[in-house]
């Protein structure tokens, strides 16, 4: 991690796994021994609404977990794009899937990749990993941690009968950091 601290909103549908995309970025940083909070946002948007949380990471104590302006966005869907895209710091940093966000005007003071993670995770051959995808681009646009961090973490997440996940999600999110390199 090259800066002190780094404040990441990660939004979309209710059960395009969201909070998991969260909860990983938030045991990777602690597998780096970071300190971090993973504030999830619940209620009716479960299932069909827009859903969010946010990732908190810090070299130094966290004073404060409430994120108002954040490094980068992680936005699934439009309708979390247009509600969180203002909470970008300028020189920040938006990711989004533009296999479901189309013909957007994106701000000229961030840097936007957009990845039609969709596709990539139809490609891949499971539409449940275009979390996992998103989170690869954002490592490849961000360069926090490197991806054995995160594969580590789905070791220790992905257990039992999960185990046939890990494999995937690995595919999944290496997807993710070459779309960021195209």
Same mark, same amino acid.
């Given at each position: 991690?090259? =800066?002190?601290? &780094? =404040?990441? /909103?990660? #939004? $979309? %549908?209710?059960?395009?796994?969201?909070?998991?995309?969260?909860?990983?970025?938030?045991?990777?940083?602690?597998?780096?021994?970071?300190?971090?909070?993973?504030?999830?946002?619940?209620?009716?948007?479960?299932?069909? $609404?827009?859903?969010?949380?946010?990732?908190?990471?810090?070299?130094? +104590?966290?004073?404060?977990?409430?994120?108002?302006?954040?490094d980068a966005l /992680?936005?699934?869907?439009?309708?979390?794009?247009? =509600?969180? &895209? $203002? =909470?970008?710091?300028? @020189?920040?940093?938006?990711?989004?899937?533009?296999?479901?966000i189309k013909d957007?005007?994106?701000?000229?003071?961030?840097?936007?990749?957009?990845?039609?993670?969709?596709? /990539?995770?139809? &490609?891949? @051959?499971?539409?449940?990993?275009?979390?996992?995808?998103?989170?690869? #681009?954002?490592? $490849? #646009? +961000?360069?926090? %941690?490197?991806?054995? #961090? /995160?594969?580590?973490? %789905?070791?220790?997440?992905?257990?039992?009968?999960?185990?046939?996940?890990?494999?995937?999600?690995?595919?999944?999110?290496?997807?993710?950091?070459?779309?960021?390199?195209?």
């Open positions: 991690m090259n =800066k002190t601290t &780094e =404040k990441v /909103i990660v #939004a $979309g %549908f209710g059960g395009q796994g969201v909070m998991l995309l969260g909860q990983i970025l938030s045991y990777a940083a602690t597998e780096e021994a970071l300190n971090t909070v993973w504030i999830p946002s619940y209620g009716p948007e479960t299932r069909g $609404g827009t859903a969010n949380c946010s990732v908190v990471i810090s070299k130094e +104590n966290i004073n404060s977990p409430v994120v108002s302006s954040c /992680i936005a699934l869907n439009e309708p979390s794009l247009k =509600k969180f &895209e $203002g =909470k970008v710091k300028p @020189g920040g940093v938006i990711i989004t899937n533009s296999g479901l957007y005007d994106y701000r000229d003071d961030v840097d936007v990749y957009a990845i039609d993670a969709s596709k /990539i995770a139809l &490609e891949i @051959g499971n539409l449940k990993v275009v979390n996992m995808v998103a989170l690869g #681009a954002y490592l $490849g #646009a +961000n360069k926090i %941690f490197d991806t054995p #961090a /995160i594969e580590k973490v %789905f070791t220790k997440i992905f257990t039992g009968n999960k185990t046939k996940l890990i494999e995937v999600n690995k595919k999944a999110l290496q997807a993710g950091v070459d779309a960021t390199r195209l």
